[in-house]
């Protein structure tokens, strides 16, 4: 089983990244490999157990299911149904943590799954560059220009 922990602090206080992040369809509108998603059967984003099919600036389409979901931790997990990637077994979870000192957010965001033999390196450096560290750049560039628009 290959593990993959990234984490971050971002110079934006935690409401406001959690109110982005806890939108479990919201990612085509931050991450920057997303180009599009939709939540299954008209569910409700935040309810767990919910499906997101989304599709890839590539062109791939993949699903995922909301497994859980904490406002009083600020923390969500997740799992992959269907993906074009050989990642089996995936299950990721995203949790933030007030950084006082100075009203920053800290982001951790882990997983944990299973390759074919021999590619566990390749795909749990695709994860954590590809996937984490995009998803912290990106987050991190639409806070500095939020907190630059309530400014301006």
Same mark, same amino acid.
């Given at each position: 089983?290959?593990?993959?922990?990234?984490?971050?602090?971002?110079?934006?206080?935690?409401?406001?990244?959690?109110?982005?992040?806890? =939108?479990?369809?919201?990612? =085509?509108?931050?991450?920057?490999?997303?180009?599009?998603?939709?939540?299954?059967?008209?569910?409700?984003?935040?309810?767990?157990?919910?499906?997101?099919?989304?599709?890839?600036?590539?062109?791939?389409?993949?699903?995922?299911?909301?497994?859980?979901?904490?406002?009083?931790?600020?923390?969500?997990?997740?799992?992959?149904?269907?993906?074009?990637?050989?990642?089996?077994?995936?299950?990721?979870?995203?949790?933030?943590?007030?950084?006082?000192?100075?009203?920053?957010?800290?982001?951790?965001?882990?997983?944990?799954?299973?390759?074919?033999?021999?590619?566990?390196?390749?795909?749990?450096?695709?994860?954590?560059?590809?996937?984490?560290?995009?998803?912290?750049?990106?987050?991190?560039?639409?806070?500095?220009?939020?907190?630059?628009?309530?400014?301006?």
């Amino acid at each position: 089983m290959v593990k993959v922990i990234r984490s971050t602090v971002l110079e934006a206080p935690i409401e406001a990244v959690w109110a982005v992040l806890r =939108d479990f369809n919201g990612h =085509d509108r931050w991450h920057p490999v997303v180009a599009s998603s939709q939540i299954e059967r008209g569910r409700e984003a935040d309810r767990i157990g919910s499906v997101r099919r989304f599709t890839l600036v590539s062109g791939e389409e993949l699903r995922e299911q909301l497994l859980t979901l904490s406002d009083a931790e600020t923390a969500f997990s997740y799992c992959l149904l269907d993906t074009p990637v050989p990642l089996f077994n995936y299950v990721a979870h995203v949790r933030l943590i007030p950084v006082t000192d100075g009203d920053m957010t800290f982001w951790h965001w882990e997983s944990r799954f299973d390759t074919p033999k021999g590619r566990e390196e390749e795909l749990a450096t695709m994860v954590g560059k590809e996937i984490y560290e995009a998803g912290f750049t990106a987050i991190r560039a639409m806070m500095s220009e939020g907190a630059g628009h309530a400014v301006g």
